[in-house]
C-alpha cells in the first residue's frame, strides 16, 4: 500500500488553529522523542547519597515553576469583589485589574481585554470572553464577529464612539474553551464594576452566557432575546435585552432577522429614554 502524503506546512499550521493552537512555547521545535528529553522529564533529586548532582536543563518554559499557589476559589471571588468596589473610574478599574492574580485565565493570556467606546455611553455591550484577535491587539470584538457587531452597530445609527463594548471575561481562555463557572464567578465583580462606572442607559448582553450571567436567568437565549429585563446596579436599575452573539450569527445567518428586531428595540427605547448629559 502506497502511504498517504506528508501534510503541508500550510495545511498543518491550518489544523493547529482549528485545534486552538496559536502559539509556541519555544523558540525551536523540541522532539518529545529523544532519550535526552525523555530524562529530563523524569522527577529531579539535588541529591543522591552525600554526592550532590547538577540540576539537568529545564526543557522549557512551562517547566519552570512559579512557587507562587493559585489561590482558592472562593478567595479569589472574594478578592476580586473587594478590589472591585474599591475602583473610584473606569482607569482605576483597568489597572488593578492588571494587578490581580487571581485568575488563572490572566497567566495564559496575552494581555488584559478591558473595554472599548465611549465610557460615556448611553448604550452598552457585553459579550463572554475575548478570542485569539481580541487576544492579539487587546481590545474587545475585533475578530469576525466584531465586525459583524460593528454592522450592526451602523445599522441603528451606532459605532465605537458612541456606545460601549466589554466582556465578562478579561481574559482569553486557552484555545477559545468555555470558560468554567469558577473563572466566571470570579471576574464577575469586575464586569458589573465596569457596568456601574459606565452607568449606561440600556445594557445589551450578546449571547447565552453574558446573557445567564449577568441577568441571572437559566433560560436560553432563544427565549431571553428580544425580551426586556431589569438589571440593578444596586444605586438604580437599567433596561437590558439580551440578543444574539455576532459570532452565533456567522454561524446561523438565518437568526440575522431576529437580531435586526432586537437592534430596532435597542433603538427604540435610546430614543424614547431622555438620556444622559454630554453624549
Known amino acids: 500500500m502506497t502511504p498517504d502524503r506528508a501534510p503541508s506546512v500550510h495545511q ?20 518529545r522523542m529523544t532519550d535526552e528529553v525523555a530524562a529530563a522529564a523524569e522527577p529531579r533529586l539535588a541529591y543522591t547519597g552525600a554526592t550532590a548532582q547538577p540540576a539537568m536543563k529545564s526543557p522549557g518554559p512551562i517547566a519552570a515553576p512559579t512557587g507562587v499557589p493559585a489561590p ?4 479569589a471571588i472574594a478578592s476580586a469583589r473587594d478590589a472591585a468596589a474599591t475602583a473610584p473610574s473606569l482607569e482605576a478599574l483597568r489597572a488593578l485589574m492588571e494587578r490581580f492574580d487571581g485568575c488563572a485565565l490572566k497567566a495564559t493570556a ?23 484577535e481580541e487576544d492579539i ?32 471575561i478579561p481574559w482569553r481562555p486557552p484555545g477559545n474553551r468555555t470558560p468554567t463557572p469558577q473563572e466566571t464567578q470570579i471576574c464577575l465583580p469586575f464586569i458589573r464594576r465596569q457596568i456601574e462606572l459606565v452607568n449606561p442607559d440600556v445594557l445589551v448582553t450578546l449571547g447565552n452566557p453574558s446573557t445567564q450571567t449577568l441577568l441571572a436567568t437559566r433560560d436560553g437565549i432563544m427565549r431571553t432575546r428580544g425580551r426586556w429585563f431589569d438589571y ?5 436599575e437599567i433596561r437590558a435585552l439580551p440578543t444574539f452573539h455576532p459570532a452565533y450569527l456567522l454561524r446561523s445567518p438565518s437568526y440575522k432577522r431576529l437580531a435586526w428586531q432586537d437592534l430596532r428595540a435597542i433603538a427604540t427605547a435610546l430614543a424614547e429614554s431622555p438620556g444622559k448629559d454630554g453624549v
Open 137 to 168: 491587539e487587546g481590545l474587545p470584538f475585533v475578530g469576525r464577529s466584531g465586525k459583524l457587531l460593528d454592522l450592526m452597530l451602523a445599522a441603528i445609527g451606532l459605532n465605537r464612539g458612541n456606545a460601549y463594548i466589554a466582556n465578562v
Open 12 to 31: 498543518l499550521l491550518a489544523f493547529y488553529l482549528e485545534a486552538g493552537v496559536d502559539c509556541a512555547l519555544n523558540d525551536e521545535p523540541v522532539s
Open 232 to 236: 440593578d446596579t444596586g444605586t438604580r
Open 110 to 132: 496575552t494581555r488584559l481585554v478591558f473595554g472599548d467606546g465611549n465610557p460615556k455611553a448611553r448604550v452598552m455591550f457585553v459579550g463572554e470572553a475575548p478570542g485569539r
Open 72 to 75: 482558592a476559589p472562593d478567595a
